[in-house]
């Protein structure tokens, strides 16, 4: 969610604690002799696996482990001559010695184990071996035949083993260039970047340079990616279920705080692949890679990518025709094996040509099987799921789940935050007030601002604040913030939080600051409470003068004033505040109000001195209880308000996803105003949608949201647990959701999701583990693009059985038919013409019809239901309408083609048999173009112009088909055709086109009824057998009856029993939702307490009934309901 500070970034611009938390200054530790392995690593890796402080101490504490690392507890490891990790030779001895920070890679899947992958099919394996057995009788012949005979008996079984060895290497060519596809996004999927200290400045590195002995900085949301020991920190607590199993969270002492007692209760050790879910630090690091804790874990733990849902979808799909083509092969081959039988006395030439005629009936069989099972179905999706997640890639989109892709395709919801991903995430301040003055506002900041007729220009207002105001806006800024500091001089580079860094780069070109880190070392930093999602504050503790101590906050204003008692008032001699009375806190209410209706996003800054720190008022024993102790009596310092602009992209993506049948809802940690303002902006509050504030959403009983969240548009001001609720209610609702989240305790609502993207520049590696897909640009258009990639996909696969159907039913029919009508087993297409026909239609339909890239006409359909069909009506009526075409076409031929084409000679009956198989691939050429459309659209060519891949394979049909007409001779049996033979060829192949438009005219509804009919009458007919049927087996084995079903109430139980409570994974466990949710009896409470239907009405009346929080949009039409009136349950 949106965040007032939002929760500290990773990724590629990573912020962690300054340098300024260390509160520990240390002399120069390390020692001068060259090596650098003082100490062993299987120490190191036991030191931290038993968390033994006693050993630690043994070592001379975390000082003297410090110097037998040979590094610096301040400095950190020294990079001479560069910015990496490269560039210094001594780091090199220390890989060597520790190892690296990344896991060996797994064994690398060999081309050939590809190819072995793709002949492992029965019926692959049963053809080559029938084949090697005839080509074995074929030679034998050949060497024994009469001098008279043509000596080419062997040659059909040579064309089938080199169709077979074509298939399997044009097989394992595919699925290896995916495997290297899929390789090169686990790569980047494990690439992030960390904050290290070397030579005392801040380097910002990717985790697999990290080396032991280097200062990592840790904060909120990351996860750890080495082992390490704790140096310095606040409030640092980590969850290490991940690693030991321990639910609980623990908490973390700096190593050096342990030495002041016998350090019992103390835990300094930090675990890889544990996540901090509160505070700041740094730590030391021990152990990388395979030597760590977590990395040990992985390494037994590398599994292989599960399939997505359209893959087990077709696997179903395909083992179901496997069976269908499996029991048609064994009645063909029990027929033709009859009719051998029959006619076996009358063959002549001996055994061996009885022989041969059975192996030819045998392969043919085999070939029928081959024909009509879809082994390309699975290579299609997975083509299409490897092209589309690569090119993702370069969209900025990075898929961790491959499942989401597809998924995406379908989502019907997208809930959105609004900062970074709505707007640009380039905040600057350009209004404002400082204590009791004069609100000011930056002329130069654009519309907007300028409206305040009291304001004066920012840069005045600024520069006429006495030097006891200016110093404590800017210690307020510099300190109270996660930003860090890049580099230095000139070159020095912010990283962090926009907001962070925009109220920096206000006070260094308003307050002629000097280097944030220069300012911060000049002051002693005491405590520091980290960012809260649920407070939205900060606050950090800095000690100002001998023995007093000042408190910054920083937050949302609501909050902040809430705290506030007194405001600054301008004095130039002293600091100086009066009381906050009821009027001025009017206007400052006003102020916002007036800020959020300008999409401005506002900070409040307050401070507190204490004589003494902690302070001598008794404390609870909760953080929680703390800040209520010291977050009182506070001095309001001023508000600033920020303008991030909206991303010129965003609105047209808006509309394109309302065009998609999408929904967009923005949820945001803004106020009601702000979030209206940018909502409207951006087009996603439409007529008839319902803007909330959480606070109102809380109330609504389950019921209630069943009404509202149809028309819910804008939730405002909303936490992690208001968007878990909020992505579950939708889910049960029947909507497939797409969520996007930067905090740590956006977690749970992305895994809840179905589909989850976390924030690459915002988001925390906590949120980024449990996303789906990262967006690596933060960005609202990179989530419209990932939603057309998916429904490309799920296109691809549609393409690729459209097409492929259309051969199963027409080859398989053909073969069949003719070899049954006619007496000598011969069929109207000879087996290797039967295996180039397969080959263009598993592997070559695959690489052409899977690679598609996504156009805009995707964004005219709306997203398919769950559980809807693979194979649609629309998609029926195309394969069944060129099935009659193609069929009727070639029996013609067939039986008819000799006296069509008045054949007189053995060479012109040769010919048209020639012309039925190149008419039939021909057909198949011209079909995969009209297949490239599953719906009724007729532009079958849009984006054509992207797809190389289906060029290729065009050309390599026509190359491949040519050949075969020209020079296959005996092994593929054809001859050279004629060139009105060609055209006759070219004719039926383009006939395919009218075809397809003629069949695209008729109303899918008509095909519907025709199927309607056609179906009842069938039940009407078998129905009584059935049910014959069911009565005998009832009777004749009433216990196998019985035990099914016991098995359908218990699955049934089962589902009620699941329903009762929603888990996601966390690695090895189960996070229960209820804590999101809110217990039974919270919610029981929340029924009946809100009435939903009266506020609704008053705030579409604007009546004294009106509710705060809650609007419905201005321009809805008066006889629209807005939400349904039932009754609550």
Same mark, same amino acid.
């Given at each position: 969610?949106?965040?007032?500070?939002? +929760?500290?970034?990773? #990724?590629?611009?990573? $912020?962690?604690?300054?340098?300024?938390?260390?509160?520990? =200054?240390?002399?120069?530790?390390?020692?001068?002799?060259?090596?650098?392995?003082?100490?062993?690593?299987?120490?190191?890796?036991?030191?931290? +696996?038993?968390?033994?402080?006693? +050993?630690? &101490?043994?070592?001379?504490?975390?000082?003297?482990?410090?110097?037998?690392?040979?590094?610096?507890?301040?400095?950190?490891?020294?990079?001479?001559?560069?910015?990496?990790?490269?560039?210094?030779?001594?780091?090199?001895?220390?890989?060597?010695?520790?190892?690296?920070?990344?896991?060996?890679?797994?064994?690398?899947?060999?081309?050939?184990?590809?190819?072995?992958?793709?002949?492992?099919? @029965?019926?692959?394996?049963?053809?080559?071996?029938?084949?090697?057995?005839?080509?074995?009788?074929?030679?034998?012949?050949?060497?024994?035949?009469?001098?008279?005979?043509?000596?080419?008996?062997?040659?059909?079984?040579?064309?089938?083993?080199?169709?077979?060895?074509?298939?399997?290497?044009?097989?394992?060519?595919?699925?290896?260039?995916?495997?290297?596809?899929? &390789?090169?996004?686990?790569? =980047?999927?494990?690439?992030?970047?960390?904050?290290?200290?070397?030579s005392g400045r801040a380097q910002q590195i990717c985790i697999h340079e990290i080396v032991v002995g280097d200062l990592v900085?840790?904060?909120?949301?990351?996860?750890?990616?080495?082992?390490?020991?704790?140096?310095?920190?606040?409030?640092?607590?980590?969850?290490?279920?991940?690693?030991?199993?321990?639910?609980?969270?623990?908490?973390?002492?700096?190593?050096?705080?342990?030495?002041?007692?016998?350090?019992?209760?103390?835990?300094?050790?930090?675990?890889?692949?544990?996540?901090?879910?509160?505070?700041?630090?740094?730590?030391?690091?021990?152990?990388?890679?395979?030597?760590?804790?977590?990395?040990?874990?992985?390494?037994?733990?590398?599994?292989?990518?599960?399939?997505?849902?359209?893959?087990?979808?077709?696997?179903?799909?395909? @083992?179901?025709?496997?069976?269908?083509?499996?029991?048609?092969?064994?009645?063909?081959?029990?027929?033709?094996?009859?009719?051998?039988?029959?006619?076996?006395?009358?063959?002549?030439?001996?055994?061996?040509?009885?022989?041969?005629?059975?192996?030819?009936?045998? /392969?043919?069989?085999?070939?029928?099987?081959?024909?009509?099972?879809?082994?390309?179905?699975?290579?299609?999706? $997975?083509?299409?799921?490897?092209?589309?997640?690569?090119?993702?890639?370069?969209?900025?989109?990075?898929?961790?789940?491959?499942?989401?892709?597809?998924?995406?395709?379908?989502?019907?919801?997208?809930?959105?935050?609004?900062?970074?991903?709505?707007?640009?995430? =380039?905040?600057?301040?350009?209004?404002?007030?400082?204590?009791?003055?004069?609100?000011?506002?930056?002329?130069?900041?654009?519309?907007?601002?300028?409206?305040?007729?009291?304001?004066?220009?920012?840069?005045?207002?600024?520069?006429?604040?006495?030097?006891?105001?200016?110093?404590?806006?800017?210690?307020?800024?510099?300190?109270?913030?996660?930003?860090?500091?890049? #580099?230095?001089?000139?070159?020095?580079?912010?990283?962090?939080?926009?907001?962070?860094?925009?109220? /920096?780069?206000? +006070?260094?070109?308003?307050?002629?600051?000097?280097?944030?880190?220069?300012?911060?070392?000049?002051?002693?930093?005491?405590?520091?409470?980290?960012?809260?999602?649920?407070?939205?504050?900060?606050?950090?503790?800095?000690?100002?003068?001998?023995?007093?101590?000042?408190?910054?906050?920083?937050?949302?204003?609501?909050?902040?004033?809430?705290?506030?008692?007194?405001?600054?008032?301008?004095?130039?001699?002293?600091?100086?505040?009066?009381?906050?009375?009821?009027?001025?806190?009017?206007?400052?209410?006003?102020?916002?109000?007036?800020?959020?209706?300008?999409?401005?996003?506002? %900070?409040?800054?307050?401070?507190r001195d204490f004589d003494q720190w902690p302070p001598g008022t008794p404390i609870g024993n909760e953080p929680d209880d703390?800040?209520?102790?010291?977050?009182?009596?506070?001095?309001?310092?001023?508000?600033?308000?920020?303008?991030?602009?909206?991303?010129?992209?965003?609105?047209?993506?808006?509309?394109?996803?309302?065009?998609?049948?999408?929904?967009v809802r923005m949820v945001t940690g803004d106020t009601f105003l702000t979030a209206k303002a940018i909502a409207l902006e951006?087009?996603?509050?439409?007529?008839?949608?319902?803007?909330?504030?959480?606070? %109102?959403?809380?109330?609504?009983?389950?019921?209630?949201?069943?009404?509202?969240?149809?028309? *819910?548009?804008?939730?405002?001001?909303?936490?992690?647990?208001? @968007?878990?609720?909020?992505?579950?209610?939708?889910?049960?609702?029947?909507?497939?959701?797409?969520?996007?989240?930067?905090?740590?305790?956006?977690?749970?609502?992305?895994?809840?999701?179905?589909?989850?993207?976390?924030?690459?520049?915002?988001?925390?590696?906590?949120?980024?583990?449990?996303?789906?897909? /990262?967006?690596?640009?933060?960005?609202?258009?990179?989530?419209?693009?990932?939603?057309?990639?998916? &429904?490309?996909?799920?296109?691809?696969?549609?393409?690729?059985?459209?097409?492929?159907?259309? %051969?199963?039913?027409?080859?398989?029919? *053909?073969?069949?038919?003719?070899?049954?009508?006619?007496?000598?087993?011969?069929?109207?297409?000879?087996?290797?013409?039967?295996?180039?026909?397969?080959?263009?239609?598993?592997?070559?339909?695959?690489?052409?019809?899977?690679?598609?890239?996504?156009?805009?006409?995707?964004?005219?359909?709306?997203?398919?239901?769950?559980?809807?069909?693979?194979? @649609?009506?629309?998609?029926?009526?195309?394969?069944?309408?060129?099935?009659?075409?193609?069929?009727?076409?070639?029996?013609?031929?067939?039986?008819?083609?000799?006296?069509?084409?008045?054949?007189?000679?053995?060479?012109?009956?040769?010919?048209?048999?020639?012309?039925?198989?190149?008419?039939?691939?021909?057909?198949?050429?011209?079909?995969?173009?009209?297949?490239?459309?599953?719906?009724?659209?007729?532009?079958? *060519?849009?984006?054509?112009?992207?797809?190389?891949?289906?060029?290729?394979?065009?050309?390599?049909?026509?190359?491949?088909?040519?050949?075969? /007409?020209?020079?296959?001779?005996?092994?593929?049996?054809?001859?050279?055709?004629?060139?009105?033979?060609?055209?006759?060829?070219?004719?039926?192949?383009?006939?395919?086109?009218?075809?397809?438009?003629?069949? &695209?005219?008729?109303?899918?509804?008509?095909?519907?009824?025709?199927?309607?009919?056609?179906?009842?009458?069938?039940?009407?007919?078998?129905?009584?057998?059935?049910?014959?049927?069911?009565?005998?087996?009832?009777?004749?084995?009433?216990?196998?009856?019985?035990?099914?079903?016991?098995?359908?109430?218990?699955?049934?139980?089962?589902?009620?029993?699941?329903?009762?409570?929603?888990?996601?994974?966390?690695?090895?466990?189960?996070?229960?939702?209820?804590?999101?949710?809110?217990?039974?009896?919270?919610?029981?409470?929340?029924?009946?307490?809100?009435?939903?239907?009266?506020?609704?009405?008053?705030?579409?009346?604007?009546?004294?009934?009106?509710?705060?929080? *809650?609007?419905?949009?201005?321009?809805?039409?008066?006889?629209?309901?807005?939400?349904?009136?039932?009754?609550?349950?």
């Amino acid at each position: 969610m949106d965040e007032i500070t939002p +929760a500290p970034p990773d #990724g590629a611009t990573k $912020t962690t604690a300054p340098v300024l938390f260390s509160i520990t =200054r240390n002399a120069d530790l390390r020692a001068t002799s060259s090596s650098v392995s003082c100490i062993s690593q299987s120490q190191l890796s036991e030191l931290t +696996a038993t968390k033994d402080l006693t +050993a630690l &101490r043994s070592l001379g504490g975390l000082t003297g482990l410090a110097v037998s690392l040979r590094t610096d507890l301040t400095t950190g490891l020294e990079d001479e001559g560069g910015n990496t990790v490269k560039s210094d030779p001594g780091f090199t001895a220390r890989r060597k010695d520790y190892g690296e920070n990344r896991l060996p890679p797994r064994k690398r899947k060999t081309f050939w184990h590809f190819a072995w992958m793709a002949f492992n099919d @029965k019926m692959m394996i049963l053809l080559a071996v029938l084949a090697t057995v005839d080509l074995a009788l074929g030679i034998y012949q050949s060497i024994s035949a009469a001098p008279e005979e043509p000596d080419v008996q062997w040659v059909e079984a040579v064309s089938i083993i080199v169709a077979v060895v074509v298939i399997v290497l044009a097989t394992a060519i595919n699925d290896f260039q995916m495997d290297c596809k899929f &390789r090169l996004l686990n790569q =980047r999927k494990e690439e992030r970047d960390v904050i290290v200290i070397r030579s005392g400045r801040a380097q910002q590195i990717c985790i697999h340079e990290i080396v032991v002995g280097d200062l990592v900085h840790l904060e909120t949301g990351d996860v750890i990616p080495v082992d390490g020991i704790l140096i310095h920190g606040f409030s640092v607590q980590c969850d290490e279920s991940s690693t030991t199993g321990e639910s609980d969270l623990i908490e973390k002492t700096p190593a050096l705080n342990t030495n002041t007692d016998n350090g019992s209760g103390y835990d300094p050790f930090l675990l890889s692949g544990s996540k901090v879910s509160n505070g700041v630090g740094t730590f030391l690091v021990t152990s990388v890679g395979e030597n760590s804790s977590y990395g040990k874990i992985l390494m037994s733990l590398q599994t292989e990518v599960e399939e997505t849902p359209l893959q087990q979808k077709l696997g179903v799909l395909a @083992k179901y025709i496997v069976h269908i083509g499996l029991l048609v092969g064994a009645v063909f081959f029990l027929i033709i094996f009859i009719r051998y039988l029959v006619h076996l006395k009358g063959i002549k030439g001996g055994p061996r040509a009885k022989g041969k005629n059975f192996l030819n009936v045998f /392969i043919l069989a085999i070939t029928v099987v081959v024909i009509a099972v879809p082994e390309g179905l699975p290579l299609a999706v $997975t083509m299409s799921l490897a092209y589309a997640t690569a090119r993702m890639l370069k969209d900025n989109n990075l898929v961790r789940l491959l499942k989401s892709c597809e998924v995406m395709g379908n989502a019907t919801t997208i809930c959105s935050d609004k900062t970074g991903t709505l707007t640009q995430n =380039r905040m600057t301040v350009v209004a404002g007030r400082v204590g009791t003055f004069t609100p000011f506002v930056d002329e130069n900041s654009g519309p907007g601002t300028e409206n305040k007729t009291d304001a004066v220009p920012l840069r005045s207002k600024m520069d006429s604040l006495s030097a006891h105001t200016q110093e404590l806006i800017k210690a307020s800024v510099f300190l109270n913030s996660t930003a860090l500091e890049k #580099g230095h001089g000139q070159e020095a580079q912010l990283v962090g939080t926009s907001t962070e860094i925009a109220l /920096i780069e206000f +006070a260094q070109s308003n307050f002629h600051a000097v280097s944030m880190t220069a300012e911060r070392e000049r002051t002693q930093i005491v405590q520091l409470f980290p960012f809260n999602a649920n407070r939205k504050c900060m606050a950090v503790v800095a000690r100002i003068f001998s023995g007093h101590y000042r408190l910054f906050l920083k937050g949302a204003p609501e909050m902040v004033l809430q705290s506030c008692s007194r405001i600054v008032t301008d004095s130039h001699s002293v600091l100086s505040s009066q009381y906050l009375h009821d009027e001025m806190r009017t206007v400052i209410r006003d102020d916002l109000r007036g800020f959020s209706s300008q999409s401005l996003r506002s %900070i409040a800054l307050a401070y507190r001195d204490f004589d003494q720190w902690p302070p001598g008022t008794p404390i609870g024993n909760e953080p929680d209880d703390f800040l209520d102790e010291v977050l009182q009596d506070m001095v309001l310092i001023g508000l600033f308000a920020l303008r991030d602009p909206l991303r010129p992209e965003v609105t047209q993506s808006v509309r394109d996803c309302q065009a998609a049948g999408v929904s967009v809802r923005m949820v945001t940690g803004d106020t009601f105003l702000t979030a209206k303002a940018i909502a409207l902006e951006c087009g996603i509050y439409q007529p008839g949608g319902i803007a909330m504030d959480s606070s %109102i959403f809380r109330k609504l009983s389950s019921s209630q949201l069943d009404m509202v969240l149809p028309r *819910l548009q804008i939730l405002s001001r909303s936490s992690p647990e208001d @968007k878990l609720r909020l992505v579950s209610h939708l889910r049960r609702l029947g909507e497939t959701v797409a969520v996007t989240g930067d905090g740590t305790n956006d977690a749970l609502a992305l895994k809840e999701a179905d589909v989850g993207f976390a924030m690459g520049i915002q988001g925390t590696e906590v949120a980024k583990e449990a996303s789906s897909i /990262i967006l690596m640009d933060d960005n609202f258009a990179s989530i419209v693009k990932a939603m057309l990639w998916g &429904r490309t996909v799920n296109d691809a696969a549609e393409k690729f059985l459209q097409f492929q159907f259309t %051969i199963n039913i027409t080859a398989g029919t *053909l073969t069949i038919v003719s070899a049954l009508s006619g007496g000598t087993n011969s069929s109207v297409f000879t087996v290797v013409q039967l295996l180039w026909i397969n080959l263009i239609m598993d592997t070559f339909s695959a690489l052409a019809l899977a690679t598609d890239r996504p156009t805009r006409r995707l964004l005219k359909h709306t997203p398919e239901p769950r559980g809807s069909p693979i194979v @649609k009506v629309t998609m029926w009526k195309m394969i069944m309408g060129q099935s009659i075409y193609q069929l009727a076409v070639i029996f013609v031929l067939y039986y008819a083609g000799e006296q069509l084409f008045h054949c007189s000679t053995k060479a012109e009956r040769h010919q048209v048999q020639t012309m039925t198989f190149n008419i039939y691939v021909w057909m198949q050429f011209f079909n995969m173009l009209n297949s490239r459309r599953v719906d009724n659209g007729w532009n079958f *060519l849009d984006g054509i112009t992207h797809n190389y891949s289906f060029f290729f394979v065009q050309a390599v049909i026509v190359a491949g088909q040519v050949l075969i /007409i020209f020079e296959g001779g005996e092994a593929f049996g054809t001859v050279a055709l004629t060139g009105a033979q060609w055209g006759w060829s070219m004719l039926f192949g383009l006939l395919t086109f009218p075809v397809g438009v003629l069949v &695209r005219l008729i109303p899918d509804r008509m095909v519907v009824m025709v199927w309607t009919g056609i179906a009842s009458t069938g039940r009407m007919l078998f129905d009584p057998v059935v049910l014959r049927w069911r009565r005998l087996i009832h009777v004749c084995f009433p216990a196998m009856f019985h035990a099914r079903k016991g098995r359908e109430n218990s699955s049934s139980s089962l589902d009620t029993a699941q329903t009762t409570i929603v888990t996601v994974p966390k690695g090895d466990q189960y996070i229960s939702l209820r804590s999101g949710l809110g217990s039974e009896s919270d919610r029981s409470e929340r029924d009946g307490l809100f009435d939903l239907v009266r506020a609704i009405e008053g705030a579409r009346s604007r009546s004294v009934e009106e509710v705060p929080g *809650l609007e419905v949009h201005p321009d809805t039409c008066k006889d629209d309901i807005v939400i349904g009136q039932h009754e609550e349950v």
